[in-house]
């Protein structure tokens, strides 16, 4: 019982790591008694950030709630490194996707709180101050003890899971997997509009739907919402691979989706999309950025008992467990898309759900096709670092034409 009270005021005070890893220059890192030398058992041989910050700035929320919940504070305690596989990132850019307006609003809180405190040790309401934004492109400050991919000065990009501080800061800790080396040719805010969807739109294609380079060729993708930050990357993964791609969008955004390389435009807003589907051929693959009724007929249209696959994002897990709690939630949504699965398997078509997973192995990957020019990125708006609150406003507002940037320093 001692032991879990003592870890737990570890945990809260944020120091449960100290002992295990400390950082240069810090008292207790190596402490000179004399002519001896003492070391700690595990003192971590780092590489220093340029100068030694106890503070620094960042959006964070104290509560939940509307876009006045948004603070920005210069005392936000500067990120430590708790696993010895983490990296501290100098954070140049960073940008906004729906699921930061959604976190901001409380959604997905349950799942969430579950993943950062699994043993409820915390108190309630440990989460805040909670940074959000998931995209960061910087440059690798300091290196945990196992680190050894990446050193400081790295350029790097990734996306940070929603479970941990994001992106809207000055530094953010990530694990050593879960970034890149930034693709030579795009600027930081051109790199940051790209790690979050693309590894969505990757998960979604490439690991639940089983596309790739090999196997694209001639496949006939349809795409829903592919105006947006996820659709805008998936219409080029599938072209790069080699697909036959039809964008759903409105008529505003048809330029833009043939720019970036869509074979058929479908205008959602001009006329029932089912009707202008039954002109076109079946098709291989399906990924619904949009939900809701689409689901209801899209399978309709994939060609059946051919391993034809419709993959949707939008699914009820953060809300189901938002609103039954861990266990119940899980097993509504489990039994929900059981469900669906034996269903339309039933019908010849395969239905998937699918996640943002984080994977720095997969932005390697993703970084090959920016730099080789197959895969560019899609920014609709790049605010200031003083501006979030405009950009989260702007974001909520709807109709995304790509990405929203935050600019966070002048690189
Ligand atoms: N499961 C996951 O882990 C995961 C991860 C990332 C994203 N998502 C979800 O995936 C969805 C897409 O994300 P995103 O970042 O691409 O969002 P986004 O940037 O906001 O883009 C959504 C796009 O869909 C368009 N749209 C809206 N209704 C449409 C319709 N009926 N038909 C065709 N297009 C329509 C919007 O433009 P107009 O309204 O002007 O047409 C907008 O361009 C969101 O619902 C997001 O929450 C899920």
Redesign the pocket.
């Known amino acids: 019982m001692l032991v879990i009270i003592f870890f737990k005021m570890h945990l809260i005070s944020g120091r449960a790591y100290s002992g295990l890893l400390c950082r240069q220059g810090s008292v207790s890192t190596c402490l000179r008694r004399g002519p001896v030398l003492i070391k700690p058992p595990l003192c971590r041989n780092i590489s220093l950030s340029s100068q030694r910050c106890t503070v620094m700035s960042s959006w964070i929320i104290d509560r939940y709630g509307r876009n006045d919940v948004l603070r920005l504070t210069k005392n936000m305690m500067f990120p430590i490194l708790t696993f010895p596989n983490e990296v501290v990132i100098k954070v140049h850019a960073a940008s906004l996707?729906?699921?930061d307006v959604n976190m901001r609003n409380g959604y997905g809180t349950a799942a969430l709180n579950m993943k950062r405190d699994p043993l409820h040790l915390k108190a309630k309401g440990s989460e805040f101050p909670l940074t959000l934004g998931r995209d960061v492109s910087g440059e690798i400050m300091e290196c945990g003890v196992d680190v050894s991919y990446f050193k400081p000065g790295d350029e790097v990009w990734g996306a940070i899971p929603p479970w941990k501080q994001g992106t809207l800061s000055e530094f953010v800790v990530a694990s050593a997997d879960e970034v890149s080396f930034k693709p030579k040719c795009l600027s930081h805010m051109e790199a940051a509009s790209l790690p979050?969807?693309a590894l969505?739109a990757w998960s979604a294609m490439n690991q639940t739907g089983g596309l790739n380079q090999h196997n694209c060729s001639g496949k006939r993708i349809l795409i829903?919402?592919?105006?947006?930050?996820?659709?805008t990357f998936a219409i080029q993964l599938m072209k790069a691979w080699g697909g036959h791609v039809t964008a759903?969008?409105?008529s505003d955004?048809s330029a833009l989706v043939k720019k970036l390389g869509a074979d058929d435009v479908i205008d959602?807003k001009s006329g029932d999309v089912a009707e202008q589907l039954k002109m076109l051929p079946l098709f291989d693959f399906i990924l619904d950025?949009?939900?809701g009724a689409?689901e209801k007929w899209s399978l309709n249209f994939l060609k059946k008992w051919s391993g034809a696959t419709y993959v949707t994002?939008?699914?009820p897990f953060l809300l189901n467990v938002d609103r039954l709690g861990i266990a119940d939630g899980m097993v509504q949504t489990g039994v929900t898309a059981g469900t669906k699965i034996l269903k339309h398997l039933c019908k010849g078509v395969h239905y998937r759900w699918?996640?943002?997973i984080p994977s720095g192995l997969s932005l390697d990957e993703i970084a090959k096709l920016v730099d080789s020019g197959k895969i560019h990125p899609v920014i609709e708006q790049v605010f200031s670092f003083f501006d979030v609150p405009k950009a989260f406003l702007k974001l909520e507002g709807?109709?995304?034409?790509g990405k929203t940037v935050i600019q966070v320093t002048n690189k």
């Open positions: 996707n729906p699921i979050y969807v969505t829903f919402g592919a105006s947006g930050g996820v659709g759903v969008c409105s955004a959602y950025n949009v939900g689409t994002l939008v699914t699918a996640f943002f709807g109709h995304a034409r």
